[in-house]
């Protein structure tokens, strides 16, 4: 077993590249000894090839063949212990380093250029705020969500909404199937739809026959609030992929519905939402959990994004 030198990581850069190191099959742990005046005492232990263990040194973390215990902040463990599932470059820090987030949790953020630079190949951007500019860089407009015939799935979209308005599953799977069918009586069945039921498709929530491009934008403004719930829930049901969730403002309850992987939420005062991540023009915050509580890590950058704006600038000024 090998040791870091704690003495290495006093420079913030280190601990990122300590991280970073887990994607080429190092095994970092932390062994907690205890707390003390705040700070967290540990030893810190890393395994891996013989290249890797080199590469680390000539980063500039020195390695040990004994433990060397240590006090740490929890900033500090944090960092070291932070998992990234997708990693996405947005931008470089302070010190030149590159500045990722994990994709594979929900991100929250302010700027509608961050939500553009994360858009995924297959993504679907419901918009409660009223900004069609998504339109403008290639998503295809669609009425509503498009709800399957499919007996199973029906049943999981009728108990969404039979546990949003307090009505039997039974019920509501009846006239969501009868509206889709066409069937509401003849001489044998007779079926009665529902208030629910009939508000969801008025307010086209849900559509029938309509298939989603790979990025597609649905235009939820003025939606009532109750129906607003049900869009975010039926969402994730009917579409895998990445979510991209525009709001007026940082709805308390929003993430509650929308804890998944590959989401982004694009909101005003996204500090206001519990998200693991939040991307804002100037810095970026993450929740890590450490010992069960969420510890923040903030770290200033420059937006790839930026980069980019001044690179067009730069090359239009010689045109």
Known sequence: MTYVDPRSLRDPLKRIYLNAARKFGAKIRVRVLGEKEGYIEAI???????????????????????????????????????KISEDVPIGLGEKGEIIRVDIAKPI??????AAFFLTQEKSLWIDFAGDPEPLDIGFEEIDGLPISRSETKLHNLASVIAHAFGRSEDQIFRAIKAHITGIMQDEEIQITSTPEVEKLF???VVVENEAIPRRAYIDFTGLPMTLQRVALRVAPMIWAHQLIVALPSPWSWVMRVLRRRHTVILTP??????????????????????????????????PLWHFARSLLNSQGSYT
Do not use: C
């Open 108 to 113: 929250a953020t302010n700027s509608i250029e």
């Open 269 to 302: 005062d996204p500090q206001k939402l519990d998200a693991p991540t939040i991307i804002l023009d100037d810095r970026v915050i993450k929740k890590v959990a450490l010992a069960g509580e969420a510890t923040v890590i903030e770290r200033k950058y420059k």
């Open 44 to 82: 810190i232990e890393v395994e891996g090839s013989r290249d890797l263990i080199r590469a680390l040194r000539h980063l500039g973390i020195r390695i040990s063949r004994r433990p060397i215990p240590a006090k740490f902040s929890e900033r500090a463990i944090a960092e070291i212990l932070e």
């Open 202 to 204: 008025k307010w086209r």
